[in-house]
């Protein structure tokens, strides 16, 4: 069995004794406010984390293209998106790793929840400090490592944080499925289950909206001559539930119908929203198909204008031969420090779905150990804040050092 070395073991007891500053630094980020619309918010959050990565490199800012919504009222509107925050450092013939992270939040602005507190059990509670700023505490702090062990120049490392992720990546994912083809493996800072567990499989997601246009009418003196864009979306919304479980692991979710108004008048305006899950790549045609399909059935109905928007943005991630020969070397690599590493598959998804798209072997959960996230619950296990940042430092090390046999489901391409 390989042995950490002395050099090493220095190293990460100066990362014990920095445990209490990578603390102290989170909060103030966590105190931040990141919510996924909060422009301004991330735009402050994104200046700190630039200066972060500044001090390994040059980093920089790679804007994104705004972000398109269809809004309750059926119209598309978009919003200026913050960017991404990025470092290249790049080594010429040696393997190259792509960190990624996200800085925005479930909680916006308005949310009740906007400061940590510390539960004085081990744990800490607050906004986004496992989900996933606690994440970037890790990397930053493992990346410090690989410095002191003079690796750094070892490895090729390029780092995105990303500021859309909580609303599934709709401005970065296109960026970062397409960095993902430059490099051998990704890590993402996603938080771990509360003991440890890592996830493995992954679902594929995608979120649509349906904007049903009817005619209005007097419900009382002419209701023949209205045409119920709400009924008309619910009928259509019904088909679509019934598209649940078709396909192995297929689930809809009928999430929100917008509409309507005076009880007098029939609606001449819906927009509904709906989330599908889906676990195998081959279904993906046949389920966009499906709803085509049906959404131009209700099209062609007299009066009425049905329109479609969305699709599945993220993949699934499958387990992969080459997934494999990672999550191998991650359990080995945590044996050596004595954590117990497990996989456990989720329908959840995350940027570890857009790497995978483009056959980018990746581990994405080698964040924080946390729980209760996306709730005024979420906590960070205080301790992991340094255990987790000597897992990946010795991860990455012994990638620097050759320890690693990397391979691609897919061709790395050269550097663009
Ligand atoms: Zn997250």
């Known amino acids: 069995m390989i042995e950490v070395s002395q050099k ?25 406010n990141t919510g996924s619309t909060n422009y301004a918010g991330l735009m402050q959050l994104s200046e700190v984390l630039l200066a972060k990565l500044s001090v390994f490199g040059e980093a920089e800012f790679v804007s994104l293209p705004d972000r398109v919504v269809v809004n309750d009222q059926g119209e598309e509107v978009s919003f200026q998106s913050p960017p991404i925050v990025r470092l290249v450092l790049e080594r010429e013939h040696k393997p190259s790793v792509l960190l990624v992270g996200h800085y925005d939040t479930v ?3 308005e949310h009740a929840f906007q400061i940590c507190t510390d539960l004085s059990n081990g744990l800490i509670n607050g906004p986004g400090i496992a989900d996933l700023k606690g994440g970037l505490s890790v990397m930053f702090k493992a990346l410090e490592c690989l410095q002191s062990a ?30 993902a083809k430059y490099h051998d493996v990704g890590l993402i800072f996603e938080p771990s289950l509360p003991d440890g567990t890592l996830v493995g499989e992954r679902k594929g997601s995608g979120n649509f909206t349906v904007r049903v246009n009817g005619k209005a009418a007097h419900a009382g003196r002419d209701i023949e001559s209205g045409r119920n864009a709400l009924v008309h979306l619910t009928k259509l ?14 689930t809809v979710n009928i ?43 209700y099209n062609s109905v007299e009066g009425y204008q049905v329109a479609l928007f969305g699709g599945i943005t993220r993949r699934p991630k ?25 996989y456990r598959a989720t329908g959840g998804v995350c940027d570890g779905n857009n790497l995978s798209q483009s056959g980018l072997p990746n581990v994405d959960t080698l964040g924080v150990r946390g729980g209760d996230i996306h709730s005024i619950n979420e906590y960070m296990v205080i301790d992991s804040l340094a255990e987790r940042t000597k897992f990946v430092a010795l991860i990455l090390m012994r990638m620097a050092q050759g320890e690693f ?5 897919s061709e790395k391409l050269n550097k663009a």
């Open 8 to 32: 090493v073991n220095q190293i990460f007891d100066g990362v014990d004794e920095q445990q209490g500053d990578m603390l102290a630094e989170l909060i103030t980020w966590c105190d931040m």
């Open 107 to 109: 909680y916006d602005k």
């Open 150 to 179: 003079g690796l750094l120049d070892e490895i090729g490392i390029e780092v995105l944080l990303n500021p859309d992720e909580e609303i599934g990546s709709p401005c970065s994912g296109a960026y970062l499925v397409e960095r």
């Open 237 to 250: 919304f019904n088909e679509i539930n019934e598209l649940h479980g078709q396909k192995d692991g297929l």
């Open 255 to 297: 999430a929100s119908i917008q509409g309507g108004g005076a009880l007098n008048v029939v609606p001449d305006l819906a927009v509904g929203r709906f989330n599908c899950r889906i676990e195998s790549n081959n279904d993906i045609a046949w389920l966009e198909e499906q709803l085509a399909l049906m959404t131009s059935e």
């Open 318 to 342: 499958p387990l992969t031969k080459a997934n494999q020969n990672l999550q191998n070397f991650i359990t080995e690599t945590g044996n050596l420090l004595g954590i117990d590493v497990a």
């Open 405 to 409: 046999d990397f391979i691609r489901d």
